[in-house]
């Protein structure tokens, strides 16, 4: 029986801008959104069933979620006439919970990729982008999984072809930054302004890197309130050679650096794992995952 697999990639939010909440009790955002060659895995083949296996070195921080995993709420959300699809899914947990780089979104988005590769034809773009959406705003750009524009709650898309290679590195303390408290957090705070910054002149990735040091996390101060763990890796990150910018990753507690050169990004990741052991660290390149077809 034909086995595929994908990778799930990591999302990085590179800047994002937050405005205040909404009658609806959304937060309007404007963010440039990129994906990494870094992620978890997911393999799949047909079953008679519908059924998800975890794996992987952060696999039992998702054995609570059980039947309510977002994987099998987006497949559970292509279900036609035929039913959901029977698929027998294998996810292999690389990514740290509740990290900021959208790990559960991007697990959807693959096995939705995954779905549409065994049954072709069977459901439309627009049927996957409707089961993206229903894991929440990140699904859509999740299923995608190339750099972008997202703005409103994030649902609203604009590629960005000219956003280069990015060098970087991307540190976790290995403690969780629960998303729903950051945002209470900076409820309570002064609010900022969900606005779309003019783009750079020049995309080169020096000048990306410098244009991008211009902008802001707006969830970075509740989530450093909430998890101070994640103060140690922003210091850490920006006491290395060369680097460019040093930012936390959507409501954290990941930290992302990034450097002009490869041979600086490498020597970071290298000093990390030498001196922080304990926290999980990738070296990867931002912007060059792309999804064919979607």
Not at 13 to 25: K, M, Q, T, Y
Request: negative net charge; proline residues 8%; charged residues 20%.
């Amino acid at each position: 029986m034909t086995t595929v697999s994908a990778l799930a990639p990591a999302k990085v939010n590179l800047f994002l801008h937050v405005g205040p909440v909404d009658a609806a009790g959304y937060h309007p955002i404007c963010s440039l959104v990129a994906f990494a060659d870094v992620g978890d895995r997911l393999a799949a083949r047909r079953s008679d069933r519908l059924s998800l296996t975890l794996d992987g070195p952060f696999a039992e921080g998702l054995r609570a979620d059980g039947d309510d995993n977002l994987v099998l709420r987006a497949l559970r959300g292509l279900a036609d006439a035929e039913g959901a699809p029977r698929l027998d899914l294998t996810l292999e947990k690389r990514l740290p919970i509740a990290a900021g780089l959208g790990g559960g979104s991007s697990d959807a988005g693959a096995a939705l990729r995954l779905a549409a590769a065994l049954w072709a034809g069977r459901w439309s773009d627009a049927d996957l982008d409707r089961a993206a959406a229903a894991v929440g705003a990140d699904g859509p750009m999740c299923l995608r999984a190339v750099s972008a524009w997202a703005e409103s709650r994030g649902e609203r898309l604009t590629p960005e072809p000219r956003l280069p290679p990015l060098h970087a590195v991307l540190a976790n303390p290995r403690a969780p930054s629960s998303t729903g408290a950051v945002y209470r957090a900076y409820d309570a705070g002064p609010v900022g302004a969900a606005d779309r910054p003019a783009p750079p002149d020049d995309w080169s990735a020096p000048a990306v890197i410098r244009w991008l040091a211009r902008q802001r996390n707006d969830l970075e101060a509740p989530a450093l309130a909430l998890q101070p763990a994640i103060a140690p890796v922003i210091d850490a990150l920006a006491a290395t050679e060369a680097v460019g910018l040093t930012r936390m990753s959507g409501s954290g507690a990941t930290v992302f650096a990034l450097y002009d050169q490869p041979e600086a990004a490498d020597a970071a990741r290298d000093r990390l794992g030498r001196d922080h052991g304990d926290w999980w660290v990738a070296r990867t390149v931002l912007g060059e995952t792309s999804i064919p077809g979607l």
